[in-house]
C-alpha cells in the first residue's frame, strides 16, 4: 500500500515537473505580468463606474461583460467587488453580469486555457462567458429591476481612461502571443526580445516608482496566491489520470447527450476551483475521455460557481435573487456546452 501511494506521489510529481517544462516561461511569466499591470495600473473605479443609475444600458453591460479582463479578478475576489457595486446603487443586471463574466475572463484563465485546452475552448470560453453574463443579466433585471429602482446610482460616468496604462496592455499581450505566432526559437526571439526591451523602456518612461512598486507588488501577490495552488492541482490532476477508470468519465461526461451537459455544469457549481486549478483537472478528465462540450460546461459553471460562493451571493442578494442567479448559470452552462459540443461534432 505504501509503495502503491509512493508511485502516486511520482507520477503527480512527474506532471507537476512536465508543467514547468512547458507553460512556466512563455506562458505563465508573461501572464502574470500582464495581469500585474491590469491589477494596479487600471483604476477599478474607472471601471465600476460605469455601472452607475446615469450609465447607458448598452454602455454599463457592456462594460460589465468584458471589465473582468480589465480587473483580472477571480472567483474570490469578484465578490467583494460585486457586492460594493450592488450595495453602492449598480442595477442587478449588469451586477450579476459582472459577477459571472468576470472570472470567467480573467486574464490568465483564458491564456491558460487557451495553452492547455486548446485555442477553440480558450476562445469559447471567453466569448460565450461574454455573451451569457449579458443574458443572465438581462434576465435578472426583466424580473428584479422594478424593486431596486429607487437605489441610488453611481454618478460617477464619462471620465477618460489612461492611455499609456492601454499601450502597455498591449505590448504585453503581444510578448504575451507571439510565442503561439512564431514557433521557431531565432524568428520568436527576433521578435520578443525587442518587444521586452521597448517595455522596459516605456515603463521605466511613463510611470513613476510608485506606480511601477505597485505593479512588480500585484504581480509577486499573484505569483504568491496562485503557483502553489495551481502546481497543487497539476499534481493531483496527474493522479487523477491515474486513478479514474476511464470508462467512468466516458460514461457519465464523455457523451452528446443532455445528462452529460447537466452533469459537468453542476458538478463544476459545487466543486471549489481556486484561480487556474480548474484547467490541469479539466485537462486530465479530457485525457480520461470528457467531450469539449461538458468541458466547456464546467469552464463556465465552475468559476462563477461554488458552495462559498453560493452563500456568499445569498446574503448579498437575498435567497430568491441568489437562487434564480444560480439556476440561471447552472442552465446556460449546459445549454452553452452542449450547442458547443454540437457544432465542433
Not at 140 to 155: A, L, P
Request: aromatic content about 12%; glycine content about 8%; charged content about 10%.
Amino acid at each position: 500500500m505504501t509503495s502503491y501511494i509512493i508511485d502516486l506521489a511520482y507520477i503527480g510529481i512527474a506532471s507537476v515537473r512536465e508543467y514547468l517544462a512547458l507553460h512556466v516561461l512563455l506562458c505563465l511569466i508573461p501572464a502574470f505580468f500582464l495581469a500585474g499591470a491590469i491589477a494596479s495600473l487600471f483604476s477599478k473605479e474607472s471601471v465600476l463606474k460605469f455601472f452607475g443609475a446615469d450609465a447607458p444600458k448598452y454602455v454599463s453591460y457592456s462594460v460589465a461583460a468584458v471589465s473582468g479582463c480589465l480587473l483580472a479578478v477571480c472567483s474570490c475576489t469578484v465578490l467583494p467587488l460585486f457586492a460594493g457595486i450592488y450595495k453602492r446603487g449598480a442595477g442587478i443586471g449588469p451586477a450579476t453580469t459582472f459577477l459571472f463574466s468576470a472570472p470567467a475572463i480573467n486574464v490568465l484563465a483564458i491564456v491558460y486555457t487557451a495553452k492547455i485546452l486548446g485555442y477553440d475552448l480558450g476562445v469559447a470560453r471567453a466569448v460565450i462567458a461574454i455573451l451569457l453574463s449579458i443574458f443572465i443579466g438581462l434576465v435578472m433585471s426583466f424580473v428584479y429591476e422594478r424593486k431596486d429602482v429607487e437605489k441610488k446610482g453611481i454618478k460617477t460616468f464619462g471620465d477618460e481612461k489612461h492611455a499609456h496604462t492601454v499601450w502597455l496592455f498591449l505590448l504585453l499581450l503581444a510578448i504575451l502571443v507571439t510565442p503561439e505566432i512564431l514557433t521557431s526559437w531565432y524568428p520568436m526571439l527576433a521578435v520578443e526580445i525587442p518587444l521586452i526591451l521597448i517595455t522596459v523602456y516605456v515603463s521605466l518612461k511613463w510611470f513613476d516608482r510608485d506606480e511601477l512598486e505597485s505593479w512588480m507588488g500585484e504581480t509577486w501577490f499573484l505569483v504568491k496566491q496562485i503557483t502553489p495552488l495551481l502546481l497543487i492541482g497539476v499534481f493531483f490532476a496527474g493522479i487523477i489520470v491515474e486513478l479514474l477508470p476511464a470508462e467512468y468519465v466516458v460514461e457519465y461526461v464523455g457523451g452528446s447527450n443532455v445528462t452529460s451537459y447537466i452533469i459537468a455544469s453542476v458538478a463544476a457549481a459545487l466543486m471549489y476551483f481556486s484561480t487556474l486549478t480548474e484547467v490541469p483537472i479539466i485537462s486530465a478528465l479530457t485525457i480520461l475521455g470528457m467531450g469539449k462540450g461538458p468541458a466547456l460546461s464546467m469552464l463556465l459553471a465552475g468559476p462563477a460557481l461554488s458552495l462559498p460562493n453560493m452563500i456568499v451571493i445569498n446574503r448579498i442578494m437575498g435567497f430568491q435573487k441568489g437562487m434564480t442567479y444560480i439556476g440561471l448559470v447552472v442552465v446556460v452552462a449546459a445549454v452553452a456546452g452542449y450547442v458547443f459540443g454540437m457544432y465542433i461534432l
